[in-house]
């Protein structure tokens, strides 16, 4: 079976200092692993995700994550943090095949960023 | 191409009345699901769907109804509703459940029920 632990349910930044959003999983197989973005009210956006290619994915918006197996992590990561980056992210993982594939998601960081 | 559309955005129910979520997606998908979204949870998966005519539970599909007559559309019917389904429901859809390559899901803007 496969989990998702967001080691962080808040954290806060200056804006301008680095952000960092730790994710740890656990799963059976190979599993694809999925940042989304969450800002008041809206849907869930993707940041980026990793499918078994680069270890070090590059996201949108100066996001990236690196996938270590050896630890079963893939934290995210920004160089500089921007008032908009305010927002809950979720990690997820997904892995098994055809109608066994399913999502499971991480219970949400709520990231601050301040002035 | 609006993505993922879901209605009403917005929506209060007194305990024991029914009502339907719509959601529709304009990319051809064939996978389609709904979540249910709860402070400290992330989000839980309440049915989901492979193709039209194809449905089945996810992890917490008591209490909701669906059916998949067209690609397009994936309505969650609350059939009697209840103080304990006060939640956002976000609804979701991606191209195939056929592929292991980490298929990009698209989500809905959310559904923000309140049972009173």
């Known amino acids: 079976a496969q989990s998702v632990t967001q080691l962080d349910s808040h954290v806060s930044v200056s804006e301008g200092t680095p952000v960092l959003l730790r994710c740890n999983y656990s799963?059976?197989?190979?599993?694809?692993l999925f940042w989304y973005v969450q800002h008041p009210n809206k849907g869930l956006q993707l940041l980026l995700k990793?499918?078994?290619?680069?270890?070090l994915v590059k996201g949108i918006n100066g996001f990236e994550a690196e996938f270590k197996k050896s630890e079963t992590s893939f934290h995210l990561t920004k160089p500089s943090a921007h008032m908009s980056d305010a927002a809950e992210y979720f990690c997820?993982?997904?892995?098994?095949?055809?109608?066994?594939?399913?999502?499971?998601f991480g219970s949400g960081t709520q990231l601050t960023v301040l002035p | 191409n609006a993505g993922v559309t879901q209605t009403p955005k917005f929506q209060v129910l007194k305990t024991g009345q029914s009502m339907t979520l719509q959601c529709a997606q304009d990319?051809?998908?064939?996978?389609m699901s709904w979540y249910r979204q709860d402070p400290g949870m992330g989000l839980r998966l309440i049915h989901y769907?492979?193709?039209?005519?194809?449905?089945d539970q996810g992890e917490v599909p008591n209490g909701y109804n669906v059916s998949r007559s067209t690609t397009e559309d994936f309505p969650l019917r609350l059939l009697s509703a209840a103080p304990s389904q006060t939640s956002v429901y976000f609804c979701?859809?991606?191209?195939?459940?056929?592929?292991?390559?980490?298929?990009?899901?698209?989500f809905g803007e959310g559904s923000w029920l309140t049972v009173v």
């Open positions: 979701a859809s991606s191209y195939s459940m056929f592929s292991a390559s980490g298929n990009t899901i698209y």
């Open positions: 799963s059976s197989y190979s599993p694809s």
């Open positions: 990793y499918t078994s290619a680069a270890t």
């Open positions: 997820v993982v997904s892995e098994g095949f055809g109608s066994a594939r399913q999502l499971t």
């Open positions: 990319m051809n998908h064939e996978y």
């Open positions: 769907s492979v193709g039209a005519g194809i449905t």
